[in-house]
Structures are given as C-alpha cells and as structure tokens.
Nanobody, 123 residues
Framework: VQLQASGGGLVQAGGSLRLSCAASTDTLSWYIMGWFRQTPGKEREFVAGISNAGITTEYAASVKGRFTISRDNVGSTAYLQMNSLKPEDTAVYYC?????????????????WGQGTQVTVSS
C-alpha cells in the first residue's frame, strides 16, 4: 500500500488546514488509519486514529476538540481537518495505515507510511 499525504502549508494561528491521505488500494477498510506528526529531534507523535469503518476515532489530548479525522473507504482517502491551529502544531504530518481493527497510538504498530507534509503555523 502506498500513501500520499498532501494539504500542508503555512497558516496563521487560529487558521485551518485539511490534510488528505490518498491510498493506492481499493481495500482501505482493511486498515486502521492514523495521523502522526514529528518535529526535529523529537519522536513521532500520535495525533489521531480512525477505525476501519470510521465509527471510532481517537485523538491526542493536545488536539482533541480542534482536529477531526475522517475517511472515505470508497475513495481510498483519509483526512485530517485541523482547526484553531496553534504554533505548537507546527510539524511534519504523516499518515499511516495498520492492518488491524484496533486503533494504536504507537507508531511502531503501523505498516505503511506516507511521505509527510509540512504544516507551519505562524504566531
């Protein structure tokens, strides 16, 4: 499975961005989808995850209430809607897929990764 993340950019604090993750499979429903982020010198951090059918979602405490993860299994795409962005949200954002039915916050659990998209939030 190949994942292609897009939608990053430069935005002012308080603004919004929508990230997309296009998958090269027509069986995306087999996979848990997750979004992670990473800044230089730090470990990859879990941001959000969504179950196979999109019924269950999980979020990091730092983004809960501001970010929304969703998926379109027919279109083989996952999304991360990011609102009320803060400078501390600045990072490279990665989408990931895990052949599982349980959302994991551990990046080592995920089988496939996109290339990352830069999000920069200015104050």
């Amino acid at each position: 499975v190949q994942l292609q993340a897009s939608g990053g950019g430069l935005v002012q604090a308080g603004g919004s961005l929508r990230l997309s993750c296009a998958a090269s499979t027509d069986t995306l429903s087999w996979y848990i989808m997750g979004w992670f982020r990473q800044t230089p010198g730090k470990e990859r951090e879990f941001v959000a995850g969504i179950s196979n059918a999109g019924i269950t979602t999980e979020y990091a405490a730092s983004v809960k209430g501001r970010f929304t993860i969703s998926r379109d299994n027919v279109g083989s795409t996952a999304y991360l809607q990011m609102n009320s962005l803060k400078p501390e949200d600045t990072a490279v954002y990665y989408c990931a897929a895990e052949r599982s039915q349980i959302i994991s916050g551990n990046h080592e659990s995920y089988d496939y990764w996109g290339q990352g998209t830069q999000v920069t939030v200015s104050s």
